[in-house]
């Protein structure tokens, strides 16, 4: 097969619109399509190249509901079978009665006592419809109702940088801050410290990594600056 | 015979030039995605919301996503006096032609029964602002990360007596001496297509396809400046 041309670099940003590689040996993936002899970017985002895939990695954009991910959601309302929670996204989602809890509850009884409208959660989804309908659930590992702390939101995009290999990210801001981070799929982040001053310092970092997550070494420039924070208190 | 009385412009450019262009991505931190594009004395502000619940329910469409736009000129944008606030018949008229001259490029498929809501805002208006809008809002859907296949350049071609120019400012359109046809048009280079096509007056044939050539390459050259634009967003700061 003739052999391809690829037109831009690793790690780029591009654009929508842009000519990424010619060529029909190099595959359109993630954020691309092909017309004609072209891939083609459809998306604003870092361009990634795998061998010859070709995809993008998007920078910006609103979180779609997946199944398996587990995000902080909101209480909006409480109907007959449980709970419409906000998601930070396009979609609202449904927690049911039998997914919340496993305690019996009777027909009739209060349903705040479990979770009242606004509280926060932290709640892994299990099924998504091409409808786009979501349901929750509370059963697994760390799935519990949030009480105290503060909320906070990122870009979704950003999150995987927040979190970083292996969770090398948050955990250094972990032990830097000693408060206790959660960071949902959806880009809403629970943080609680033993003090405010902790949980100010951790939301400035967050904010940080959020406007520096395209910059090459950013674990170390965070690093430097929890270091210089933690010195001044 | 026409006589060619229009043998240099008012402002001094060249037939085919464009007026100085600024371009600016992200100046709307509550947005999700926004830009300010501002060209000669026309300036548009666009800002992205979504995708999200969409109300009034009956214009959710299972299918896909919805694109809303909305085009609005700021009370004191015009040349003394004051905007009346609020739609008009033409405010609503140039929010439809825009959400058609994007509609092309988007893709929502991934979003049914959800919005995607542009806002443009024009905070001064020197004639050329639905062009202005649309170069403003499709660098904001780019920054929303909303999926699109190319990005979309609209300007205006025109005759001022027996003239055809590109990028019609206001005195332009108002010259008293001569016929004046303004056509607002907006290209997709990547589909070869014309998304935008409106015409106020009378213009030839041969004319028309001699500014709508020049348009095109004028639409080429927008969507390198919108680029260029988005791509400032993420130079590292020194």
Redesign the interface.
């Known amino acids: 097969m003739e052999k391809g041309k690829l037109l831009i670099k690793d790690k780029e ?1 591009v ?4 000519v990424l590689a010619q060529g029909m040996s190099y595959l359109p993936s993630q ?1 691309t ?1 092909r ?1 004609g002899n072209d891939v ?1 970017a ?4 870092l361009a990634r190249v795998e061998g010859n895939v070709v995809k993008i990695i ?5 979180y ?1 509901p997946k199944k398996g991910d587990v995000i902080i959601a909101k209480v909006t309302d409480i109907n007959i079978a449980g709970w419409t929670v906000d998601t930070n ?4 989602a449904m927690l049911s009665m039998k997914d919340a809890t496993s305690d019996f509850i009777r027909r009739g009884s209060d349903l705040t006592r479990y979770f009242d409208i606004d509280d926060y959660m932290v709640t892994k989804i299990f099924n998504v419809t ?3 309908l979501v349901d929750l659930t509370m059963k697994g590992p760390g799935l519990k109702k949030l009480e105290g702390g503060r909320i906070m939101t990122v870009s979704p ?1 950003k999150v995987p940088r927040i979190i970083g290999k292996q969770g090398s990210m948050v955990s250094m801001i972990k032990q830097a801050t000693s408060c206790n981070i959660i960071v949902g799929q959806n880009g809403v982040v629970f943080v609680k410290g033993i003090n405010p001053e902790d949980e100010i310092l951790t939301v400035k970092t967050i904010k940080k990594i959020e406007e520096e997550s ?3 070494g950013l674990t170390d420039k965070i690093k430097e600056f929890l270091d210089k924070k933690s010195k001044k208190r | 015979m026409i006589k060619m009385a229009y043998k240099k412009r008012l402002d001094g450019r060249k037939f085919d030039e464009l007026r100085p262009i600024t371009a600016e991505v992200g100046v709307i931190p509550n947005a ?2 926004s830009a300010y594009f501002k060209i000669g004395k026309t300036g548009a502000y666009a800002a992205v919301y ?4 969409l109300y009034p329910r009956f214009l959710k469409n ?1 299918k896909r ?1 919805v694109l809303r736009c909305n085009y609005n000129m700021m009370p004191f944008s015009g040349a003394g006096d004051r905007v009346r606030p609020g739609t008009s018949r033409r405010s609503k008229e140039i929010s439809l032609v825009t959400n058609q001259a994007l509609l092309p ?1 988007v ?1 929502l498929d ?5 919005v995607v809501d542009v806002f443009v805002e024009l905070n001064e208006t020197d004639a050329g602002s639905r062009c202005a809008g649309i170069c403003a809002a499709s660098m904001a859907l ?10 979309v350049g609209a300007i205006s071609i025109g005759i001022v007596d027996g003239q055809v120019v590109l990028d019609l400012d206001y005195q332009e359109e108002a010259y008293k001496d001569g016929h004046v046809a303004d056509v607002p048009m907006a290209y997709i ?2 589909m070869d297509k014309i998304s935008l096509l409106q015409c106020d007056g009378r213009i030839k044939k041969d004319d028309l396809l001699k500014g709508l050539e020049m348009g095109k390459k004028a639409a080429k050259q927008l ?1 390198e400046i ?2 260029k634009a ?2 400032a967003k ?1 130079e ?1 700061p020194k």
């Open positions: 940003v654009v929508p619109g842009e954020g399509y017309k083609i459809s998306k604003l985002g998007p920078v910006s954009g609103r779609l996204s396009a979609y609202r091409s409808q786009n995009s395209h910059v090459a | 999700i995605g979504g995708p999200r619940d299972p996503g490029v893709n991934d979003f049914p029964n959800s780019a920054d929303a990360g909303i999926e699109m296949k190319d990005l280079p990547s969507i919108q680029k988005l791509k993420f590292v």
